[in-house]
T-cell receptor
Framework: GESVGLHLPTLSVQEGDNSIINCAYS??????FIWYKQESGKGPQFIID?????DKRQGQRVTVLLNKTVKHLSLQIAATQPGDSAVYFC?????????????FGTGTSLTVIP | DGGITQSPKYLFRKEGQNVTLSCEQN?????MYWYRQDPGQGLRLIYY???????QKGDIAEGYSVSREKKESFPLTVTSAQKNPTAFYLC???????????????FGPGTRLTVL
């Protein structure tokens, strides 16, 4: 029979608008976070990272905000472009975890409407 | 160009056959990883290796095997014991093996395995 997979959260934005993608984590000891972008059929690409001693970090058109109190991470993309359409997911690491292992979120699918 | 290569991009196999997925990196990274990605799920770690001739099981190692004979190479074999092998497989590497330091993991382009 047909197998149906889980559906990713989705976000649709108009070209030129700002996008906000959210990620919640559960481990209060997590202290390093990365946002990845994954285009269809491709491997994930690093966008930006942040350590727990920071609340905010900015890159080119992207900003990551970290709220350790509520264990929440967000990725803001300014002036969203069609090339930003992809799945975005967060990854977390923590001190003492062997092998530089990350745990990954399920992702949010961003669609930019021209 | 430096990077991680995975081959082939698409792979089809009959049920009951073992299949080996290739992963090569020329980034001089110590650590390498294999993940499985299924629709609507986060990446799940199959195996990782922090150094040549050593590797550790991840969260879903059953039905898989790996080797790390060279720093540059970390092939993954999907055996007939893996009950649901159809998935997108991603290889990654990082320049450190952990401890109290962190480094980004760099990903290859992935191999989509379909078992018929």
């Amino acid at each position: 029979g047909e197998s149906v997979g889980l559906h990713l959260p989705t976000l649709s934005v108009q070209e030129g608008d700002n996008s906000i993608i959210n990620c919640a984590y559960s481990n209060s000891a997590s202290d390093y976070f990365i946002w990845y972008k994954q285009e269809s059929g491709k491997g994930p690409q690093f966008i930006i990272d942040i350590r727990s001693n920071m609340d905010k970090r900015q890159g080119q058109r992207v900003t990551v905000l970290l709220n350790k109190t509520v264990k929440h991470l967000s990725l803001q993309i300014a002036a969203t472009q069609p090339g930003d359409s992809a799945v975005y997911f967060c990854a977390e690491n923590m001190a003492g975890r062997t092998g530089n292992q990350f745990y990954f979120g399920t992702g949010t699918s961003l669609t930019v409407i021209p | 160009d430096g990077g991680i290569t995975q081959s082939p991009k698409y792979l089809f196999r009959k049920e009951g056959q073992n299949v080996t997925l290739s992963c090569e990196q020329n980034l001089n990274h110590d650590a390498m990883y294999w993940y499985r990605q299924d629709p609507g799920q986060g990446l799940r770690l199959i195996y990782y290796s922090q150094i040549v001739n050593d590797f550790q099981k991840g969260d879903i190692a059953e039905g898989y095997s790996v080797s790390r004979e060279k720093k540059e190479s970390f092939p993954l074999t999907v055996t007939s014991a893996q009950k649901n092998p159809t998935a997108f497989y991603l290889c990654a590497s990082s320049p450190t093996s952990g401890g109290n330091s962190y480094n980004e993991q760099f990903f290859g382009p992935g191999t989509r395995l379909t078992v018929l």
